[in-house]
C-alpha cells in the first residue's frame, strides 16, 4: 500500500512540472510603457504629497499642544491672580469689620446699675447703688449726631463709600459666580 502511495505522489509531481512551463512575458507597446512610467511618477509625487502633508499635520498638532499649554499657563495665573485679590479683599473686609468692631465697642451705652441686698430679718433694708458716667461725655454724644446730620460728606468719605460700594459688589459677583460654577460644574 505505501507503493501506491508513492506512485500517485510521484505522478503528481510530474503533472505539477508539466503545467509549469515558462510563459513568454507579454510583450508592451510603447504607448502603454509611456503610460506605466506616468502612473508610477504621478505615484511617487502622490506619495511626497502624502507625507509633506503628514509632517506638516504632525507640526500644527506639536503647535497647537503648545498653544495649549499656553492658554493652560495663563489661565493659572488668572486664577492665581483672583485668589489673591480675593485673599486682599477678604483682609480689607476684616480690617473694616474690625474697625467696626472696635468703634461699636468704644460706643456702648449707658448702663445703670442696681443692686438690692434683702435680709431676711424684720428690718428690710434696699440699698441701691447707681453708676452714671459724667455728663459732659454724655452731651457729647448728643451733640455728635447733630454734628453728623448737619455737615456735609467730604470727598474722603465719599469715596470710602465708593470703595465699599465696590467690594461688596465684587464679593456678590465672586458668590455668585462661584455659586453659578457648582452648580453647572465648571471653572470659571
Given amino acids: 500500500m505505501s507503493d501506491q502511495i508513492e506512485e500517485v505522489e510521484i505522478t503528481r509531481d510530474e503533472v505539477n512540472l508539466n503545467n509549469k512551463q515558462v510563459k513568454p512575458k507579454k510583450q508592451l507597446s510603447e504607448q502603454q510603457l509611456l503610460n506605466l512610467k506616468k502612473a508610477r511618477e504621478r505615484a511617487q509625487e502622490r506619495k511626497t504629497e502624502l507625507k509633506n502633508l503628514h509632517a506638516k499635520s ?3 498638532k506639536e503647535e497647537q499642544l503648545k498653544l495649549d499649554a499656553l492658554e493652560y499657563d495663563k489661565l493659572k495665573k488668572e486664577e492665581e491672580l483672583k485668589k489673591l485679590k480675593q485673599k486682599e ?3 480689607i473686609v476684616n480690617q473694616q469689620q474690625e474697625k467696626q468692631n472696635k468703634i461699636d465697642e468704644t460706643k456702648k451705652k449707658k448702663k445703670i446699675k442696681k443692686i438690692i441686698y434683702e435680709d431676711s430679718s424684720e428690718d428690710e433694708e ?3 447703688v447707681i453708676i452714671r458716667k459724667k455728663k459732659e461725655s454724655i452731651q457729647a454724644k448728643e451733640t455728635q449726631p447733630q454734628q453728623q446730620q448737619q455737615r ?3 470727598f474722603n468719605d465719599l469715596a470710602n463709600m465708593s470703595i465699599q460700594n465696590q467690594i461688596h459688589k465684587k464679593l456678590n ?3 455668585f459666580n462661584s455659586l453659578y460654577a457648582q452648580l453647572v460644574n465648571c471653572r470659571y
Wanted: hydrophobic content about 25%; overall charge negative.
Fill in 152 to 154: 456735609q460728606p467730604t
Fill in 58 to 60: 504632525k507640526a500644527l
Fill in 173 to 175: 459677583e465672586e458668590k
Fill in 89 to 91: 479683599l477678604d483682609d
Fill in 126 to 128: 434696699v440699698e441701691t
